[in-house]
C-alpha cells in the first residue's frame, strides 16, 4: 500500500506553527571586575545598572552600584571582598537594594542585610522594604504633639522628646550617650512603641554589655538590634542606618509607633568618607564628601509622625554624634544639628564632676518644646531649664567670693536642689507621674530647706509616700495629666504631712509659700 503524503496539509501546520511560535529569550548583562579590595569594586560593562542597585558577584556576594561612570561602574561590597577577583562575572539584578521587615525581627540581632546573628534559627519573613525611600511629604505628615517619654527627670522636664521628632544627643566619648539610649528603650515598655537600636562601629564588647542589659530587664521583647560593629566592613556599616530606618518604616506605615536610635552617626559619616575616597570621589571640608550632608539628611528626613489619613503612625529618631574635645562646631556635628530638632548636649565636666546625666542645659533644646510634653510636667517644668541655665551663670560668679545679695543667695540655692533633683542613677527610668511629683515639690520651694545631701532620700521616701498613702493622687494625675486646682491642694497637703515624717516632727517647720506659680528664682 502506497504511503500518501498531502503536502498542502503539511503546509498549513507548519505555517500556523510558525505564526503561534514564541521564542523565548532571556537576556541578561554580564560584566567583567576590573579592580577589587578593600570593599570595593571598579566593574566595566552593565550599562543599564541603576544607582543603588544590587549586583551579584561571584559566591553569591552581593554589592550596591554607587559611581556610575561612563566607562564604568563603581561598587560597594557587602560581604567578603577578599574572594572577588579581576575578571570575575559581575551581573544585574534588576532589585535596588532592600532589607527584610516585620513584627518577627523584634528580639532579634540581624546585620544590616537582615541576617540573623544571634544564635535564635533563621528569620521566617515574607516583607521587604528598599533601605532607600522617599521621606513623606508635608501633605502626609501631622505636627508632632504626642510626648514619647524617656523616663529621665532632665530630658522630659528640659528637652522633651515628642513621637516622630529628631532629637540630637551629642557629647564627648564616656559622657553617658549610651547609657541615655538604654534607658529611653527600657522607658518604652508596655507604650506600644517598637524600638530599633542600630550599632554602627562600636565595640563588640560594648555591644554585648547593653545587649545583656535589654535581655535583663525584658525590653528586647520589643526591641531589634541592627548589628554593623568596629570589624565589620565600611560598606555594611554604611548600609547600617538605612537598614534600620527601614524596619521602622514598617510600623510607621503600619499605623504603629517605632523608635529608632542610631549609635553613632559619626562612625557612619567615617565609614562613608572611606567609601568614598576608595572610590575616587573629590573630597572636601575634613576629606568628607560633598554629600555627607545630603546623606545624613534624608536618612533622619524619614522620621515623621503622619497624618490620621496615612494611619497616625509615627517614627521618631534619637541619632548620637561624638565630640572631640567638646568641639561641637566640627563637620558632622554642625550638620546634624542644622538637620535634628534639637539637641541633647552632655558635657564631659559635668559628667566628671558627678551629674549624672551630664545634660548641659544652656546648649540643650528641643524645637518641639512644650507641644511633646503633658500639662502637668509643662506647668511644673516651664521655666526649668532657663532657671538651670542662670543658675549655671551664678555658680561661675559665686566663685569669686563676692558678697552676694539675698536673692542670688537663693537662686543658689534652689539651683544646687535642682542639680540634685535631676540627676538619675542608670537603669531606673521613672514614670512622668512621679517625675512631675518631685519637681512640682522642687520648684513650689518645699525642699528648699532640705540638705542637699538628703535630697536623693527625700525623693525616694517622698514618692513611696505618695504612692502608698496617697495612690488617689498619682491615679488622678495619670489620668487627666494636668494639674487642676483641687489636686494641687491634695499634693500641697501630703507634701506638708510627708515633711513633718521626714523630719522627725521634732523640727518646727514652717511650709513655703504653696499660692507660688513661678519656679520660685
Given at each position: 500500500m502506497a504511503l500518501k503524503i498531502n503536502s498542502s496539509k503539511i503546509a498549513r501546520l507548519i505555517s500556523s506553527g510558525l505564526e503561534t511560535y514564541r521564542r523565548e529569550v532571556k537576556m541578561e548583562e554580564v560584566g567583567r571586575v576590573l579592580m577589587a579590595g578593600d570593599g570595593i569594586a571598579k566593574i566595566s560593562g552593565l550599562p543599564g545598572a541603576m544607582s543603588g542597585e544590587m549586583l551579584l558577584f561571584p559566591y553569591d556576594i552581593y554589592g550596591v552600584a554607587l559611581n556610575l561612570d561612563r566607562g564604568e561602574i563603581g561598587a560597594v561590597i557587602l560581604g567578603d571582598s577578599t574572594r572577588i577577583q579581576e575578571g570575575d562575572e559581575v551581573r544585574c539584578t534588576g532589585r535596588i537594594l532592600e532589607v527584610p521587615?516585620?513584627?518577627?525581627?523584634?528580639?532579634?540581632?540581624?546585620?544590616?542585610?537582615?541576617?540573623?546573628?544571634?544564635?535564635?534559627?533563621?528569620?521566617?519573613?515574607?516583607?521587604?522594604?528598599?533601605?532607600?525611600?522617599?521621606?513623606?511629604?508635608?501633605?502626609?505628615?501631622?505636627?508632632?504633639?504626642?510626648?514619647?517619654?524617656?523616663?529621665?527627670?532632665?530630658?522630659?522636664?528640659?528637652?522633651?522628646?515628642?513621637?516622630?521628632?529628631?532629637?540630637?544627643?551629642?557629647?564627648?566619648?564616656?559622657?553617658?550617650?549610651?547609657?541615655?539610649?538604654?534607658?529611653?528603650?527600657?522607658?518604652?515598655?508596655?507604650?506600644?512603641?517598637?524600638?530599633?537600636?542600630?550599632?554602627?562601629?562600636?565595640?563588640?564588647?560594648?555591644?554585648?554589655?547593653?545587649?545583656?542589659?535589654?535581655?535583663?530587664?525584658?525590653?528586647?521583647?520589643?526591641?531589634?538590634?541592627?548589628?554593623?560593629?568596629?570589624?565589620?566592613?565600611?560598606?555594611?556599616?554604611?548600609?547600617?542606618?538605612?537598614?534600620?530606618?527601614?524596619?521602622?518604616?514598617?510600623?510607621?506605615?503600619?499605623?504603629?509607633?517605632?523608635?529608632?536610635?542610631?549609635?553613632?552617626?559619626?562612625?557612619?559619616?567615617?565609614?562613608?568618607?572611606?567609601?568614598?575616597?576608595?572610590?575616587?570621589?573629590?573630597?572636601?571640608?575634613?576629606?568628607?564628601?560633598?554629600?555627607?550632608?545630603?546623606?545624613?539628611?534624608?536618612?533622619?528626613?524619614?522620621?515623621?509622625?503622619?497624618?490620621?489619613?496615612?494611619?497616625?503612625?509615627?517614627?521618631?529618631?534619637?541619632?548620637?554624634?561624638?565630640?572631640?574635645?567638646?568641639?561641637?562646631?566640627?563637620?558632622?556635628?554642625?550638620?546634624?544639628?542644622?538637620?535634628?530638632?534639637?539637641?541633647?548636649?552632655?558635657?564631659?565636666?559635668?559628667?566628671?564632676?558627678?551629674?549624672?546625666?551630664?545634660?548641659?542645659?544652656?546648649?540643650s533644646v528641643s524645637r518641639v518644646g512644650g507641644n511633646a510634653q503633658i500639662k502637668a510636667m509643662k506647668k511644673v517644668a516651664g521655666m526649668l531649664r532657663l532657671d538651670l541655665a542662670q543658675y549655671r551663670e551664678l555658680e561661675v560668679f559665686a566663685k569669686f567670693g563676692t558678697e552676694l545679695d539675698r536673692e542670688t543667695k537663693k537662686q543658689l540655692t534652689r539651683g544646687e536642689r535642682t542639680i540634685e533633683v535631676l540627676k538619675q542613677v542608670n537603669l531606673s527610668p521613672m514614670a512622668v507621674e512621679d517625675q512631675v511629683l518631685i519637681i512640682y515639690a522642687l520648684i513650689k520651694g518645699f525642699l528648699d530647706d532640705v540638705e542637699v545631701k538628703d535630697i536623693r532620700k527625700f525623693e525616694n521616701q517622698y514618692l513611696e509616700y505618695i504612692r502608698s498613702s496617697h495612690p488617689g493622687i498619682v491615679k488622678e494625675l495619670g489620668d487627666k495629666k494636668e494639674i487642676p486646682e483641687k489636686l494641687e491642694k491634695k499634693i500641697n497637703e501630703a507634701l506638708i504631712k510627708f515633711r513633718e515624717v521626714f523630719f522627725l516632727t521634732d523640727r518646727k517647720i514652717s511650709g513655703p509659700d504653696t499660692g507660688k506659680t513661678g519656679s520660685g528664682f
Open positions: 521587615v516585620g513584627e518577627a525581627l523584634l528580639g532579634r540581632i540581624v546585620d544590616p542585610l537582615g541576617r540573623p546573628m544571634d544564635s535564635k534559627g533563621p528569620i521566617k519573613i515574607k516583607n521587604f522594604r528598599p533601605v532607600e525611600f522617599l521621606a513623606p511629604g508635608v501633605v502626609d505628615r501631622q505636627p508632632v504633639n504626642e510626648p514619647l517619654h524617656t523616663g529621665i527627670k532632665a530630658i522630659d522636664s528640659m528637652t522633651p522628646i515628642g513621637r516622630g521628632q529628631r532629637e540630637l544627643i551629642i557629647g564627648d566619648r564616656t559622657t553617658g550617650k549610651s547609657a541615655i539610649l538604654l534607658d529611653i528603650i527600657l522607658n518604652q515598655k508596655n507604650t506600644g512603641v517598637y524600638c530599633i537600636y542600630v550599632v554602627i562601629g562600636l565595640k563588640t564588647s560594648i555591644v554585648m554589655r547593653f545587649l545583656n542589659k535589654l535581655e535583663e530587664e525584658g525590653a528586647m521583647e520589643y526591641t531589634t538590634i541592627v548589628y554593623a560593629p568596629a570589624h565589620f566592613p565600611a560598606s555594611l556599616q554604611y548600609i547600617a542606618p538605612f537598614a534600620g530606618c527601614a524596619i521602622g518604616e514598617y510600623f510607621m506605615f503600619g499605623g504603629k509607633h517605632a523608635l529608632i536610635l542610631y549609635n553613632d552617626l559619626s562612625k557612619h559619616a567615617v565609614s562613608y568618607r572611606e567609601l568614598s575616597l576608595l572610590l575616587r570621589r573629590p573630597p572636601g571640608r575634613e576629606a568628607y564628601p560633598g554629600d555627607i550632608f545630603y546623606l545624613h539628611s534624608r536618612l533622619l528626613e524619614r522620621a515623621a509622625k503622619l497624618s490620621k489619613k496615612m494611619g497616625g503612625g509615627s517614627l521618631t529618631a534619637i541619632p548620637v554624634i561624638e565630640t572631640r574635645a567638646g568641639d561641637i562646631s566640627a563637620y558632622i556635628p554642625t550638620n546634624v544639628i542644622s538637620i535634628t530638632d534639637g539637641q541633647i548636649y552632655l558635657e564631659a565636666d559635668l559628667f566628671n564632676a558627678g551629674i549624672r546625666p551630664a545634660i548641659n542645659a544652656g546648649i
